[in-house]
């Protein structure tokens, strides 16, 4: 009897320190950063940050302050030469901005192959056009109406005109 006794009692301490425990682990700040965005941490917002725009944080007995941020003591205004590091969002902001200059920079690498690939192919197209009208063999093609006409001398000498063109114009 008596070890049950004391086992219930261990029980109710360990819930008890459980729950203070608990309380401290909850223990959040909440601010709008410059961005007008609202941060959520564990820690204490940046010393940059006004007190007007600090929402929530907990009460300073609730959370022993840690030994991995360092606090400015009120009394001295912060100087220009002190830089505030950036948070979160700022960091992630620039993130998205480098990302997407590398995405648009991919982009415009891949629109520019694929613009000489095809600029390539439709020289040599226009390049084995000219030859094939110039050998003099006799060129045919189908009207409208399905029937087979060939090409006339007028008609060959612009058409190599217009190749000679494409090639001056668009190959190198």
Do not use: H
Request: proline share 7%; aromatic share 4%.
């Amino acid at each position: 009897m008596v070890n049950l006794i004391g086992k219930r009692t261990l029980q109710l301490l360990a819930g008890g320190a459980l729950m203070l425990f608990a309380t401290v682990a909850s223990a959040q700040y909440v601010w709008v950063d410059a961005n007008g965005t609202k941060q959520f941490s564990d820690r204490p917002p940046p010393p940059g940050v006004p007190a007007k725009n600090i929402l929530k944080s907990p009460s300073s007995a609730a959370v022993a302050p840690r030994g991995d941020s360092v606090p400015t003591p009120a009394s001295q205004p912060m100087s220009a030469d002190d830089k505030v590091p950036p948070s979160l969002a700022d960091r992630e902001a620039d993130y998205r901005k480098r990302t997407k200059a590398k995405e648009d920079e991919q982009k415009k690498t891949t629109a520019e192959a694929t613009r000489k690939a095809n600029n390539k192919i439709a020289c040599e197209s226009a390049r084995t056009y000219k030859r094939n009208l110039e050998q003099g063999t006799r060129v045919s093609s189908t009207d409208k109406n399905g029937e087979r006409t060939f090409m006339d001398d007028s008609k060959r000498a612009s058409e190599i005109a217009r190749a000679n063109k494409t090639i001056s114009d668009g190959c190198k």
